[in-house]
């Protein structure tokens, strides 16, 4: 079998609430990335706009056929020749918005797309409060991707504290698994390197997952560490904080296979059912 290597990066991003300028600092984030070697460049979620205020979110969003930054994207991808797999955009979807992930070819044209599965809608510590669900429409397929270099499987966000979800993508043959996000500082703190390196773990998969990070111009907060993990959970790169820059790591495909055959876990589930014993055990609401 001939090796299957490629050169993964990640472009961490800062995004505020002018799109121009967001897209013209992904595409200088591609660039780069290409000038050092990197055959795939992932980019957060929400990579054109990072924006609290549904009005003004709705003001800048259009189909995807019409987004400036996806137009920008291809045509890096078509001047750098690298595949650009865009973490998420912001794109009409009926009275509502679709978080949207992007697949772009080296050609420049569309392999594929995917809408989040799960909505952020919780209540932190904190006070902060999010209602995804208000604004955003939800997803109802994930994706496998097989493209030139890699097998891939699509996720966003919060996606990552859904394993059943990696294990289904796994399964269907991914052997890089992504999760751009825009998570927040608090929850990054407590659980972002965990949850990468559990999905990691548990598929014997790559994870890669750019990501948000610092204060946003809407007054956000988000953790940073973009990441690459291999399949038997080591981080091959960290972004290291919240700061925009590039994260590149060497994917070797045949670590996929190994830690597999290591630890056959995808071989070995079984069906069961759950049995509730005692008066005072109920179901999850």
Known sequence: MPERRFTAACLQMRSGRDPGANRDAAVAGVREAAKSGAHYVQTPEMTSLVERSRERLFAHVTVAEQDPTLAGLRQTARDTGVMVHVGSLAVRSGDKIANRAFLIGADGEILGSYDKLHLFDVDLPSGERWRESATYTGGACAVVAATPLATLGLTICYDIRFPALYRALAEAGAEVLTAPACFTRQTGEAHWHILQ????????????????????????????????????????????????????????LAQVADARARIPALQHSRAFTVERIGPQVQAAQ
């Open 197 to 252: 390196r559990a999905r990691a773990i548990e598929t014997g998969a790559f994870m890669i997952s750019a990501a948000q990070g610092g204060i946003h111009e809407d007054g956000r907060e988000t953790f940073g560490h973009s990441m690459i993990v291999d399949p038997w959970g080591r981080v091959l790169a960290d972004a290291g904080g919240a700061e925009p820059g590039v994260i590149l790591a060497e994917i070797d």
